[in-house]
């Protein structure tokens, strides 16, 4: 069986009614995404969602709640099931670099957003609608054998 879905998990950050994104390179295109990434072996999905955020946006991250799950297939046949969570932003280290395919980190307006050509995928728009509608779910629904 060669079929194996990507577990990723994305942060929905608010500052000033705006959104943190990142620019970045994906299958030869500039896209815009929330701080995303794979969850690596040894890690909790938090400790997932603050690593990738920081490495991703240079932004320290805590996590307060899950937004949802979300499963999508991209038009590569890659399926991933995303775990997004919202919370706040502590501090920003502008000294630290970023991630080799991520160009820039930047703060955007869902009206910005919803303007921009290239979402990485349609759980990015989806992700930050169902936070602005409210859905929260508790950090306690991960439960850590």
């Known amino acids: 069986m060669d079929w194996m879905p990507h577990l990723t998990v994305a ?20 896209v815009f995404n929330q701080p995303a990434g794979h969850w690596d072996e040894g890690e909790t999905l938090i400790e997932a969602v603050i690593r990738e955020t920081l490495e991703e946006s240079a932004w320290h991250f805590k996590p307060e709640a899950i937004v949802g799950l979300y499963q999508y297939t991209s038009a590569w046949k890659i399926t991933y099931l995303r775990i997004c969570f919202c919370g ?13 395919n991520i160009s ?42």
């Open 88 to 100: 706040s932003p502590l501090n920003h280290d502008p000294q630290r670099p970023l991630d080799l």
């Open 11 to 30: 942060a929905i950050i608010e500052l000033k009614q705006q959104f943190l994104l990142v620019e970045e390179q994906s299958e030869g295109l500039i």
């Open 104 to 145: 820039r980190a930047l703060w955007l307006s869902r009206a910005e957003i919803i303007q921009l050509p290239n979402l990485r995928s349609p759980m990015v728009l989806r992700c930050i609608d169902d936070y602005l509608a409210g859905i929260r779910y508790p950090l306690s629904l991960i439960n850590q054998l």
